[in-house]
């Protein structure tokens, strides 16, 4: 199966401040079908990005994915106070459908 | 609006079996496909398992392959998650979720819409 690899682990940043994520696939996605995926404490995870570049239904321009083969980034252009989450990435490129570890956002 | 609501999780005893239910409404629930994936305490995620939109196409993570049965009541807009010899590993939360796209068949799919998720917890 396919290994995501997200970094960093933690990211401290402050509101207004340019957030960018990575993740990394043990193995070419050679449909790039990468989705990232925000949650927040005790609630379920809301899908961001589709397609490595796709904005899903209602999602604010601020963030924007990009990326192809093994490499994949999400950027968060400002951070707004409601960005601070963990992000998660997922493949659906191969099967079974994988997520990386997550990468905290964190206020500094 | 598009609203998916689990049920059925709590407390089991290693070798044991619940069904997880998931309520959906808000869309054509026939015309997509569906997905369990779940969250051990303090961990990411995992994809659990995968069924078409008519239930005719199922698909498992290895690690529930043979004890965990997807299944899904289009009459009923429900989704159902059958777990049999549960273990001690199994404990997390339990997401429903649809795919994004009618297109997708159940594998290959990004998940745009989530339950609030149920919580299984196996121990004795």
């Known amino acids: 199966e396919i290994v995501l690899t997200q970094s960093p682990g933690t990211l401290s940043l402050s509101p207004g401040e340019r957030a960018t994520l990575s993740c990394r696939a043990s193995?070419?996605?050679?449909?790039?079908?990468l989705a990232w995926y925000q949650q927040k404490p005790g609630q379920a995870p809301r899908l961001l990005i589709y397609g490595a570049s796709s904005r899903a239904t209602g999602i604010p321009d601020r963030f924007s994915g990009s990326g192809s083969g093994t490499d994949f980034t999400l950027t968060i252009s400002r951070l707004e106070p409601e960005d601070f989450a963990v992000y998660y990435c997922q493949q659906y490129d191969s099967s079974p459908p994988t997520f990386g570890g997550g990468t905290k956002v964190e206020i500094k | 609006e598009v609203q998916l609501l689990e049920s059925g999780g709590g407390l089991v005893q290693p070798g044991g079996s619940l069904r997880l239910s998931c309520a959906a409404s808000?869309?054509?629930?026939?015309?997509?496909?569906m997905s369990w994936v779940r969250q051990a305490p303090g961990t990411g995620l995992q994809w659990v398992s995968a069924?078409?939109?008519?239930?005719?196409?199922?698909y498992y993570a290895d690690s529930v392959k043979g004890r965990f049965t997807i299944s899904r009541d289009n009459s009923k807009t429900t989704l159902y998650l059958q777990m049999d010899s549960l273990r001690a590993e199994d404990t997390a939360v339990y997401f429903c979720?649809?795919?994004?796209?009618?297109?997708?068949?159940?594998?290959?799919?990004?998940?745009?819409?989530w339950g609030k998720g149920t919580t299984v917890t196996v121990s004795s």
């Open positions: 979720a649809k795919v994004t796209t009618t297109s997708c068949y159940g594998l290959r799919c990004s998940m745009d819409v």
């Open positions: 069924i078409s939109g008519s239930g005719g196409s199922t």
């Open positions: 193995q070419s996605l050679t449909s790039s079908y």
């Open positions: 808000g869309f054509t629930f026939r015309t997509y496909a």
